[in-house]
């Protein structure tokens, strides 16, 4: 894969809601890491996604102190309050021009699953997005991308040499499972770390979803 202007270091970003953080986004982050020999992994949690305002999610705050205590252990990975402090929706392109410009030391290389990666090319300024950050596609189950990425790559010329898919240990895990076995009164042990699931528990969330 290309870089975005052969700078020293690479700096891994991973987007995501994040509600709650679990095992799924930690070992897709960490394989990441190795894999593309990443810095560091600065994990995003979003402020108000455009695509999920019709959705009710949990408030920036307590996604931002799951996904603190399932980080804090690995000095490789940190965290960006960059979009919950920001009012109204968070664009990608947004966060990106930011990090470019606080890290102008480093390329980024822009961690999806391969189901979020089928929606990026209809994100806000896609094109613009493809030449601020390499993306790094890890395969999640029950989304299989090398196709739609031909495709991509063929209707998309901006694509070329931006995005590279990455085999990662496969984990059927969704934040939005989790949230239903809260629901349902099932177990999440070792689903997630063990910090976040105390949290969890304390903070009673998801009990109603
Ligand atoms: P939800 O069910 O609420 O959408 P989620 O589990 O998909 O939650 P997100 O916060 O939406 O988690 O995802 C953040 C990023 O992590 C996305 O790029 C997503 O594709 C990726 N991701 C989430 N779970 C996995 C997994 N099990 N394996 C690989 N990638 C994952
Ligand atoms: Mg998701």
Do not use: C
């Amino acid at each position: 894969m290309e870089d975005t202007g052969g700078k020293v270091y690479r700096l891994g970003v991973m987007g995501g809601t994040f509600d709650p953080i679990h095992y799924g986004h930690l070992v897709a982050a960490e394989t990441a890491r190795i894999e593309f020999r990443l810095r560091q992994v600065l994990f995003v949690p979003t402020g108000n996604p455009p695509h999920k305002q019709e959705k009710k999610i949990s408030p920036g705050e307590l996604r931002f102190e799951m996904v603190r205590r399932a980080v804090a252990d690995n000095p490789n990975f940190s965290l960006s309050r960059l979009e919950i402090e920001r009012q109204g929706p968070s664009y990608t392109i947004d966060t990106l021009r930011i990090l470019r410009k606080d890290h102008p030391e480093s390329d980024l290389y822009f961690i999806t699953g391969t189901d979020a990666l089928r929606e990026i090319f209809f994100w806000h300024e896609a094109a613009e997005i493809l030449k601020l950050t390499n993306f790094v596609a890890v395969s999640r189950p029950g989304y299989e991308a090398r196709d739609f990425l031909e495709q991509a790559r063929k209707e998309h010329p901006e694509a070329q040499g931006r995005i590279s898919l990455l085999e990662v240990p496969a984990l059927a895990i969704s934040s939005t499972d989790v949230r239903a076995r809260v629901g349902r009164g099932q177990s999440i042990r070792y689903l997630l770390p063990e910090a976040v699931r105390r949290f969890i528990e304390e903070k009673a969330l998801y009990r109603m979803t």
